[in-house]
């Protein structure tokens, strides 16, 4: 076991973001008593919050493999797995961390959004519904129920689900672009473009450019010839979605 003082140490500089420090003191803890699961955990944990993903995989599953019974090891690999974007693994890893604790819902949910993200949607919808059994009212789930619907192709379900993930979280952006792509999918165009036009008012960075290019594919799919025209301009046509002077048909 690590020392009381070492570890108190330790967790003090990771809880001021200190991780360099962290990284120095967990040296000297292994190297005086190697071993340690707690100090790889440590330095995984610093190591992740650094961006050194490879290197916080290595420690995770070094803590993994001294004490496998820990839970909070497992979640940690998971997280490490899903920043590697190795959400496959991920899933994996949140699915058998939700059989050890039945009634845990988060975890599920964990596995759903995974299960999404290494384009397995079935399996994800199927997480999905688990967790709502647990708790009808889990945002993350619903979202992740709508999510995968749609992309399964089940239009009238992923609207059922987005509205019931909107309801729970008025206004929330996540639930708000889940429910245009399920219209969308739907054929209810004009609404869709609607909520992506304000969306697009209010997101911002990367966010804001996923759904413009939504609001471009479905433009093409539905606008005049006319309308067609501002495609061949990206400037033009955000400032008259941003606008809400477009229309689908």
Do not use: C
């Not at 290197?55 to 004490?67: F, N, P, Q, T």
């Not at 819902?105 to 919808?125: F, I, K, N, S, Y």
């Amino acid at each position: 076991m690590t020392s009381l003082s070492a570890f108190a140490s330790v967790q003090a500089a990771f809880e001021r973001g200190d991780h360099q420090q962290v990284l120095r003191l967990t040296e000297e803890m292994l190297a005086a008593r190697p071993g340690d699961d707690a100090a790889h955990e440590l330095r995984a944990r610093s190591l992740l919050a650094l961006g050194r993903i490879d290197e916080a995989e290595r420690e995770v599953a070094d803590a993994v493999r001294l004490d496998p019974q820990e839970l909070r090891y497992r979640e940690l690999l998971a997280e490490v797995l899903h920043a590697r974007g190795a959400h496959r693994d991920a899933a994996n890893e949140y699915g058998d961390l939700a059989r050890t604790a039945p009634g845990q819902a988060d975890w599920t949910v964990a596995e759903a959004h995974e299960r999404l993200g290494a384009a397995q949607p079935e399996m994800g919808v199927d997480a999905a519904r688990r967790a709502i059994r647990l708790d009808p009212r889990d945002f993350s789930a619903q979202l992740a129920l709508a999510q995968g619907l749609a992309r399964t192709g089940d239009a009238s379900g992923a609207v059922e689900a987005a509205t019931r993930a909107a309801a729970l979280r008025p206004g929330e952006p996540r639930a708000r672009e889940a429910l245009a792509d399920a219209r969308w999918l739907a054929e209810d165009a004009p609404a869709a473009l609607g909520e992506f036009a304000a969306l697009a008012g209010e997101l911002q960075g990367r966010d804001r450019d996923r759904v413009v290019r939504k609001a471009r594919a479905l433009y093409r799919q539905r606008a005049g010839w006319a309308g067609r025209m501002l495609l061949v301009q990206p400037s033009l046509f955000e400032f008259a979605l941003r606008r809400g002077w477009l229309r689908a048909r």
